[in-house]
């Protein structure tokens, strides 16, 4: 496997669009290695420019030759996230006061408003709730 990033001009334009505009700034990091690398600059010197190690450079040099431009978007490691919809529920319902709503969203009664609605409408200053027991 070679430790040149050699593109074309499709996989550059790619490169170019997640390093402009991808929210995640760590696809925006991957992309910039490799633009960087593609035009001739060394991995010692992409590591200064960037403030990472050359395994840095490495792992995402491998992963691009191995899976191409799509590569930078990563893999999550670990467990996938186990908080669903129904804690989305809890947290906009709790954050706007109907935290009833929620509680019957998780089919559980009860728990929500009085273990983590008080410290949330001590912040938001309005605790006692109005309808909420």
């Known amino acids: 496997m070679t430790r040149s990033v050699t593109l ?16 995640d700034p760590e696809v925006r990091f991957r992309a910039h290695i490799l633009l960087l690398l ?4 060394t991995w010692s010197s992409v590591a200064t420019f960037l403030f990472c190690s050359s395994r840095t450079i ?16 990563g893999h999550k490691l670990g467990r996938p996230f186990r908080f669903g919809a129904g804690w989305l529920a809890v947290v906009v319902g709790g954050a706007q006061g109907d935290i009833v709503k929620c509680d019957r969203v998780l089919g559980k009664t009860g728990w929500i408003t009085s273990w983590l609605y008080p410290s949330w409408a001590s912040c938001m200053g309005a605790w006692p709730p109005l309808g909420c027991h």
């Open 8 to 23: 074309d001009a499709r996989q550059r334009q790619a490169l170019l669009d997640r390093y402009r505009k991808d929210p």
């Open 38 to 41: 593609a035009n001739g600059h």
């Open 58 to 73: 490495d792992r995402w040099v491998k992963r691009f030759h191995r899976e191409g431009v799509e590569a930078v978007a």
